[in-house]
């Protein structure tokens, strides 16, 4: 199966990769409680930033992405995917488009909308069914803004957060592209450029932006 294969991005033969598996999970384990484990091991182990976006090919390698603290959505999807196919569990890229309600000033600020696309989450195949899974927010981020930390169980999709704990809308999907077998890169850099036009008046090629 094709979600199931290893690529130039979601490259789980590295070392960087195999070592964390093996660390983090145990052959006694179902299919599910491996995915339990990877989700919530990607959501709170790279705390979620989208303010630095780099275009370059290099920096969606799962194996890069996994040496660092921090990832974007889309970054943390990458890793994500990459575990799960590693661990035997068939996976694929999800993205679409989606619009922040709270803390959206620096949002606003730095990408001249609240809306972020764009945004990523995973597929998983699990008994049969495709469930949706989004690793972005971290548990102390969310507790900062007083959102339920997205907890997955296995059994259902669990990709959004659309109220805080006060009941004020917090985040809603705007546009779905779609699932993917690889990390589309053009069509990524090609959405970024044309919603965010602004980002890019530098120097030509430059392709790493920190807001």
Known sequence: MTYLNSSYFFDYNDTTIDVLLKKSLTNDLSSKEKAIRLYTLVRDGWKYDPYGINLSKENYRSSTIVQKSTGNCVEKSILLISLLRGAGIPARLHLGKVKNHIAVERLTEKFGSNELTPHGMVNALLDDKWLKMSP????????????????????????LQQYNNSGSLFMEYTDDYGYFEDVPLDFMKKNIEEHYPHIFKTKKGKTEFKL
């Open 136 to 159: 972005a927010f971290n548990k102390s981020l969310c507790e900062k803004f007083n959102v339920e930390p997205l907890e997955f169980d296995g059994n259902n999709s669990s990709y």
